[in-house]
């Protein structure tokens, strides 16, 4: 299927079509060349002399990798460091380095003389950093020089930082070693590099398990060589995988040639074949333990225990640290073995005598420094994981969705506006229903390049790439795509980068890819850089303080925002508030932090719009006019928000002729101004909000609106914590650098705060005045906000004291500031409310309910319908599970999309459910989206994943968890099986549930306690519906069943 050419891996001749049909599956399309190439590594095992299978060891398309090039620094000082653990007592027992530099090669080997505990565990490590660190810099040319640090794998650096974390008051030198080993090249340099990883990511070797004694070997590396035969030494266990079989001459069949031989011996002609799959790496503990004299042969052994420990019988310390030394020389073969390395990886000299000294005591970073490493962490991930897409050629990065191929057919130089058709990378047009898989939608910010390079022919390098024309996508329409092409470029920034500005040309091909730049990250790290004045922060910083209640509030005007509950209670009749709204929105006005928890459908725009109304009535004064600033993470959610403030103070100016006293509490509203901060300003808003432009309207500039805006006795501004931030520079600074001390916001509302960070949120409060408020409104239940580094893996010893992951939501829930949940869903069911509470909101202390008992409408009878839709859509029962016993599906499953399109026509016809108000489909996978959506071009804009579908909602929600096959099921159980997914899926319908799933979902058990409770919901929820059998049969030739709560 490919063939290697001089530019690398290209299809073979006469297999393009081959290759397309294969490359539309899921899991091969874009890793295919990869794929192709290790099945040639492994076949050529097999197939030798003249008749032998074309392979090259390095995989080209890989990456360049995490190790440093020597040859850009000569004097680099290598550390290969290996680390033995007791699985049993959970201790090191071992620890060995081979420390490289221009001068010498030197090992430290340090080993315990009995089973370890504790405090031998502390004596190890002591003794073995004690002679590390000084040999680290008797290698070196100098005191000064780059370091970098080598293992095999990521589990011997797991078992070195928990043994190091165990003793960080033993030795200074210690959690010095610590912070080291957890350096990251986004915050300072790259320091370690895992050569298993290399190898499996750019090396081909073959069919091998990649533990660290097969691919040495597989490397070139001979075990034979040194003072102990190593093979011979340790074969149980360890050499003892992989038999010598020949071909025989005649039948062509491979024969058992030698049994009992080991990797190393020469295979004069055969085949050396795996026998036995060993993937660890560790030594097999038992020779330590015979080492120590714990594991000895008697007469009363029984044989069968004999013949399990016999291999291991006569081992020593010393044979073990020869075993140690072979280890180190093959991890330095390894690392030599690879020819090309990454010159762009920057190494900064080390002071050589001071790795014993720590730069910083994790427990006095700030929380600004932890939020500003946080962002440009989150980054330089996602700056990495582009990247790699980017090196794909783009015919593979199309297969993925993320990216589109066109052809531009027109251009506008004067309205910079460009027209383009979907098209294959050889140009030919794809029609309407084949460009479903894209990501592209409406409003997305990409960067447009040539499909190849005008004078090399080649495809645009990864950097190029990031370095295009930024376009907006104005329109999509079939299979035409319309461009607005922006002039911006940047400089001097660590977010944003400088981009091109060619203008496309008619019939040339061109790649549209997302966006690498983030226009809001340098806003947010200034917010952090000069934190030291924003009031959230310290309250962060001092929660103590932040808990104190605001002085000089007079009791009449906290009497003042009671009324003002009360008047909205009455607003609201015949229904009222609940009591819990009338709380948020009459008390907790002396708290500096609010956190109010909004559980779906409770209503917490509605309690937001009068809580904002409630403190400016109460709170404004004629000498001092109340401002709020209402930020958001969208400019979507902004406006439902600013939507809900303008129609509360409607509702409560009604009631102004109802008492004198109505009309003395509610007179100002009339003087209250509501604004949306804009990017232009004829942007359509509802009416009562007026659009504000960062640059000024019209001929009113920039500082000129703003003194109106600060001369407006109620005023709301409402926007993206970016777009607040732009209006204050233009307008108050003038253009000029931001005065971060002053302040101009009495109160300020983050809505879905639980989907912002902290760096962002405090952005929103730069402005807020310290004797002001912040209310964050959110629900730690369901989505969080999307982050691309793995931090629940991160190691980085200041994690331990700051959370710089958590959304700000959770992190003022965890430090306990004052809180205030909503209880009632005015949406979902009852029946949906209290499956949540129980097994949800309970946790929490949240009283969830609903006394929504509406339901479909029946079907009627007259009709003849299969009688499992029949029960599925009975309206007794708004929570029901189907279940199917189909096993084969992993991102899309037609059986399950037949059974929702069958659902779907019924509720259609019959029930007279649209695609606006009447049902939506909330499905994991985009596959299943689009599989969704040609089945049902009528409710296409139903249909959409969890993230998309959060804050929709519909009469019918159908769940399709798509996924059948166990073992998929298992390897993304813990995107699946995520309960705060679940729980926005199931809380979205206003009448019904379904859900469908396959009883691979409901069976799957994962490893790990965590992983079991994270999915425990799916078991839950299957327990409950055990006993409510509503039909059961066969459908298209899987079991069936259909069950309610």
Known sequence: MITYTARGVETAPGCDAEVARISEHWALGARLPTLAQRARAALAQFVKGEKGVEHRRTLYGSHWGSLPDTNSYPDLVKVFVDAQRDHIQDRLYMLAASVVGPRWVVNVIEMADVVPDLESEQRLLIGWLQKLLPVVKHVADSSEAPLHVYLFDCRGQRALLDALARHFDALCGIPAFYDLLTSTPALTQSMISFLGDEVSERQNLGAICHNLYEVAAAMGFKWRDGEVNVPTKFRSHVFDNRRLYRRDAVSGQLNLELEGASVGAGAGGGVWIESAARFSTQIPLEYAYAAWGELQDSPTVKPDARAQMVGFLGTTVDDIKALASARLAALR?????FRYKNRQIEKQPLTLHRLDEVAMDPSTVPLRRSLEDFLRLEHYARLQEQLLHFALPPELRAQTGRTA?????????DAKRAEFTFTDIDGHPLAATQTGTGRLREGDWMTLNPVADGETGEPPTGKRIVYGRLCVVEEIVGARVSLKLLAMSFKNSRFRFGHRMFDPEQNLLYTVDEMVDDLNADKFLA????????????????????????????????????????????????????SAQRLVIGGHVTDRVLVLQGPPGTGKSHTLGFAT????????????????????RTHAASLVALESIVSR??????????????????????????????NDADDCLPGGIEPLVADGRGRMKAPEQWERLMRESLVVVGGTPGGIYNLVKRGAMKGKGIAWSEKYFDLVLVDEASQMGQAEALLAAAFLREDGQFIAIGDHRQMPP??????????????DYVRPHLSIFELLRELNFASAALDESFRIPAEVADFLCRHVYATDGVNFHSHNRTRLAPLDAAHELPAWIGAALDPAHPLVVIEHAETGSQQSNEFEAELLTELVHVAGEHLGLDAEHGLGIVVPHRGQKFLLRELLPAYAEAIDTVERFQGGERDLIIVSATV????????????????????VAVSRPKRKVIVVASRAVFDLMPSDLDAYERGSLWKRLRHEVEQRVLWQGEIKGHAVSVRAV
């Not at 404004?620 to 958001?632: G, I, S, Y």
Request: proline residues 5%; glycine residues 2%.
């Open 786 to 799: 999307i982050l691309a580094h793995a931090w629940d893996q991160d190691s980085r010893r200041e994690l």
């Open 405 to 413: 191929i066109m052809r531009c057919e027109s251009y506008d130089k």
């Open 613 to 632: 109304l409630a403190r400016a009535l109460a709170l404004a004064t004629p000498a001092r006019p109340f401002r709020v600033a209402v930020c958001t």
């Open 649 to 678: 103070s409607k509702s409560l100016l009604a009631k102004r002729a109802d008492s004198d006293e109505n009309r003395a509490n509610v007179e100002q509203l009339a003087q209250l101004k509501v604004f949306k901060v804009c």
């Open 527 to 578: 917010a952090c850089q000069h934190a030291e004045t924003n009031h959230l922060y310290q309250w962060l910083e001092n929660p103590a303080h932040g808990k104190t209640p605001r002085s000089g509030i007079r009791p009449s005007r906290l009497r003042m925002a009671e009324q003002v509950a009360d008047l909205a209670h009455e607003a609201q009749a015949p229904h009222g508030l609940t």
């Open 964 to 983: 059948s096959d166990r073992e998929y099921a298992a390897a993304e159980s813990d995107f699946l099986l995520e309960p705060r997914r679940f729980t």
């Open 333 to 337: 073969h390894i690392e030599a073995a």
